[in-house]
């Protein structure tokens, strides 16, 4: 079975710094990994997805992340972050046939002024 | 199209009650998933439905819960005889067949208190 570990609970970042997330996933396969983002009272948005080919994803709103099969990580980074990016992110695997997502626990970011 | 709509937003029960949500997809979704978010946590998978058959149920779905979705559009979930344990976010997602299917789209959820 696929797991994902999100290693930081919080982060935070100030203003217009950089930021990563990090995610390590488990499966035995190429997986399908995928960034989602909540906001307080909020479902999930999907910020990005990764099937297969370029390792580097765009996603919406200035993320990327970086699929390395070598290390099992699928990290998410935005150069410049907002205010308004303050949320919990959490990373996800699909594998195999099944489309029952595996969502890790959350990063939850903090943004200071 | 709105988006997947939930309701309703907010739930509070009491221990015992029996009570019933709804998810209403995005129309040309034939895919619709349900799952459950407790707090701290990420999403659990509970059930998915393609078109009207049910699919794929989680161990995390007791006897206790029945998921349906008549005709292949909204989906209800059931919870009966309520539990304190029960009380967390459900959220319903929906989704195209292929690998479209795998970039969900959540509705804002129904979040439940059981008292």
């Known amino acids: 079975a696929q797991s994902v570990t999100q290693p930081d609970i919080h982060i935070t970042v100030s203003e217009g710094a950089s930021l990563e997330l990090r995610c390590n996933y488990s499966?035995?396969?190429?997986?399908?990994l995928f960034w989602y983002v909540q906001s307080p009272g909020q479902g999930l948005q999907l910020l990005l997805k990764?099937?297969?080919?370029?390792?580097l994803v765009q996603g919406i709103k200035g993320f990327e992340a970086e699929f390395k099969r070598s290390q099992s990580s699928f990290n998410l980074r935005k150069p410049s972050v907002h205010w308004s990016d303050a949320a919990e992110y959490f990373c996800?695997?699909?594998?195999?046939?099944?489309?029952?997502?595996?969502f890790g626990s959350g990063t939850r970011l903090q943004v200071q002024p | 199209d709105t988006g997947v709509s939930q309701n309703p937003r907010h739930k509070i029960t009491k221990r015992g009650q029996n009570v019933t949500f709804r998810c209403d997809p995005i129309?040309?979704?034939?895919?619709l998933y349900w799952y459950r978010q407790t707090l701290g946590q990420g999403p659990e998978f509970l059930t998915y439905?393609?078109?009207?058959?049910?699919?794929?149920k989680s161990r995390l779905l007791s006897d206790r819960f029945s998921a349906e979705r008549p005709k292949g559009s909204f989906s209800t979930l059931e919870i009966q005889r309520t539990e304190q344990g029960d009380s967390a976010m459900y959220l319903c997602?929906?989704?195209?067949?292929?690998?479209?299917?795998?970039?969900?789209?959540f509705g804002s959820g129904t979040r439940l208190t059981v008292v």
């Open positions: 996800a695997v699909g594998a195999g046939g099944r489309r029952a997502l595996t």
């Open positions: 439905f393609q078109n009207e058959a049910q699919l794929e």
């Open positions: 990764y099937f297969s080919g370029d390792t």
């Open positions: 499966y035995g396969a190429t997986p399908y």
């Open positions: 997602a929906s989704s195209l067949d292929g690998e479209g299917s795998y970039g969900y789209t």
């Open positions: 129309s040309e979704h034939n895919r």
